[in-house]
């Protein structure tokens, strides 16, 4: 029996042209269902074929509008779920709420974690995610979770370009090093590390940059892009340290606020987005570059579904992988 016989995947509404690609990917199509609104703006899922004894993939990002998407989710879950689904697989390349995960002052909720719970209590059984803004996110769920990484995919992009000659990884906080260390193993380069100060949220004050960077091609590597405050000034900062071009790559585009406008002004030349989160066409700039997460995420459920280890898909780089 082939891995194929026993899976169903479903596209919510926030980003159909990657659950497309992953789909092609897995080498199955999308099953049919639909997602309407009440005239309240409650949300009501049909779902058009039999889910029962299935094993059922359901594909959303957590992006804007972040709680109609997360919603969407719970309610497709829900229905799965009382539809006799054997499994439910929810795939989530960007998730929301994912920078609640601690507190940091007092009477905060921890968001993301209330997140895990519901998703759980819907009736999920199992969450494929992307770059978790905190790793930690996976302990707070209690079934099994994979959290994919995009620098194999944003290495292959360098590597192809022959841009890693001459190269320095930066990353743009102290948070962000691990995710750097691995882009520079991929790269065969050095790290630097941007070290700011956040004085409130959403606002970035750059203060000095810990590692060599003059007279080398910066690439800035982040898992998320929100405002553009924080990548925008750590790449005039290392314009300003002698950089000599900066290249900046992030898994997620969150594009939010007066994103676009600063990253069109910032002296970045390049930017290496993935599609984990669908792009409007007015949020588009000249100096992105797309890189599409589809045959990833396409073969992390291939490896579940045929009960194979995901290792191979963290440890070289991507292109080395594509089968």
């Known amino acids: 029996m082939s891995y194929k ?15 497309e690609k992953i789909a092609k990917r897995v080498g199955i199509s999308l099953s049919k269902s639909s997602v309407q609104r009440f005239s309240d703006g409650e949300i009501q899922i049909n779902i058009d074929e039999s889910v029962r004894g299935k094993d059922v993939y359901l594909i959303q990002s957590m992006s804007v509008p972040v709680n109609d998407n997360l919603m969407e989710l ?34 905060e909720p921890i968001t993301a974690k209330l997140v895990a719970d519901m998703l759980q209590e819907a009736g999920a059984t199992r969450v ?11 302990g707070f769920f209690d079934i099994p979770v994979d959290n994919l990484m995009g620098a194999p995919l944003l ?30 193993e991929f790269l065969g380069t050095s ?18 940059i810990i590692g060599e960077v003059k007279g080398k091609r910066a690439i800035i590597i982040d898992d998320m892009i929100d405002t553009a405050g924080t990548i925008t000034l750590a790449a005039q900062a290392l314009i300003d340290a002698g950089a000599t071009e900066v290249y900046a790559s992030t898994t997620h585009a969150v594009l939010s606020g007066p994103a676009t406008e600063r990253l069109n002004n910032s002296p970045i030349k390049n930017l290496v987005l993935t599609d984990s989160i669908n792009q409007p066409a007015e949020k588009k700039l000249d100096k992105t570059l797309l890189v599409s997460v589809g045959p990833l995420i396409g073969d992390a459920i291939k490896c579940i579904q045929k009960n194979e280890p995901l290792s191979p898909l963290f440890n070289t780089r991507y292109e080395e992988h594509k089968h």
């Open 5 to 19: 016989d026993n899976m169903m995947l479903f596209a919510l509404n926030s980003n159909v042209p990657l659950a």
């Open 155 to 184: 290495a292959d992009y360098f590597l192809s370009n022959h841009l890693e000659k001459d190269a320095v990884v930066v990353s743009p906080d102290h948070g962000g090093v691990t995710r750097a260390r691995k882009l520079a």
């Open 74 to 107: 719970l309610i497709m879950i829900d229905a799965v779920r009382r539809a006799s689904a054997q499994t439910i697989n929810i795939v989530i390349p960007y998730y929301g709420y994912a920078r609640q995960d601690r507190k940091t002052r007092p009477r």
């Open 128 to 138: 494929l995610s992307l770059d978790l803004h905190a790793p930690q996110i996976q």
């Open 191 to 208: 790290i630097a590390i941007v070290d700011k100060r956040r004085p409130r949220a959403n606002v970035a004050e750059v203060m000095n």
